[in-house]
T-cell receptor
Framework: NAGVMQNPRHLVRRRGQEARLRCSPM?????VYWYRQLPEEGLKFMVY????????ESGMPKERFSAEFPKEGPSILRIQQVVRGDSAAYFC?????????????FGPGTRLTVT | AQSVTQPDIHITVSEGASLELRCNYS??????LFWYVQSPGQGLQLLLK??????LVQGIKGFEAEFKRSQSSFNLRKPSVHWSDAAEYFC??????????????FGKGTKLSVKP
């Protein structure tokens, strides 16, 4: 019974490159959340997706960031033209339902470093 | 706006001593409250959760938390800390905007160090 999987675990990109972060939810979970953790900060919500739908992207930066959760395959968080300020840990979480009362199970995170 | 405050950035306790980590929330409706633990370089693990009912909830690893509506608090406790408890602890509230979006709002975390 695999947990939430994220890859890569560590990603180094030069300024201006693209970063693609992948998340496979737990088996049976159809709701995916992405969070960003900056140094010395808690996690900040970015986007909530169900299969083929973005439900809430109120936490996503307006430019350069996008997310998808296709019918088949993992959820992808894409950051175009990365800047140093994008360096952070990005966590994916999944839950069986998208209600506030359901605990979310977190993946190990992808640590993005922009040089 | 909904928010979670963890007043203590860093706490050091001796092994075997008791522990209490504070968490205050600002939320209009009945909150769904969670405590997560994060070891260095790792993801978050759920320690316990409160939805309704008994205000004292038991979690894994010997942790418990008490929901106090009058104080808008959900403090985490452990009677006897072990060295392996050294980690960062996050309090979170489940956000609900008249629907069921369900994303979590986190506090900034409390880093726990354990002295031998």
């Amino acid at each position: 019974n695999a947990g939430v999987m994220q890859n890569p675990r560590h990603l180094v990109r030069r300024r201006g490159q693209e970063a693609r972060l992948r998340c496979s939810p737990m088996k049976g979970h159809s709701h995916v959340y992405w969070y960003r953790q900056l140094p010395e900060e808690g996690l900040k919500f970015m986007v909530y997706l169900q299969k083929e739908n973005i439900i809430d992207e109120s936490g996503m930066p307006k430019e350069r960031f996008s997310a998808e959760f296709p019918k088949e395959g993992p959820s992808i968080l894409r950051i175009q033209q990365v800047v140093r300020g994008d360096s952070a840990a990005y966590f994916c979480a999944s839950s069986p339902q998208g209600v506030a009362s359901y605990e979310q199970y977190f993946g190990p995170g992808t640590r993005l470093t922009v040089t | 706006a909904q928010s979670v405050t963890q007043p203590d950035i860093h706490i050091t306790v001796s092994e075997g001593a008791s522990l209490e980590l504070r968490c205050n929330y600002s939320y209009g409706a009945t909150p769904y409250l969670f405590w997560y633990v994060q070891s260095p370089g790792q993801g978050l693990q759920l320690l316990l959760k409160y939805f309704s009912g008994d205000t004292l909830v038991q979690g894994i690893k010997g942790f418990e938390a008490e929901f106090k509506r009058s104080q808008s608090s959900f403090n985490l406790r452990k009677p006897s800390v072990h060295w392996s408890d050294a980690a960062e602890y996050f309090c979170a509230v489940g956000a609900e905007y008249g629907g069921s979006q369900g994303n979590l709002i986190f506090g900034k975390g409390t880093k726990l160090s354990v002295k031998p």
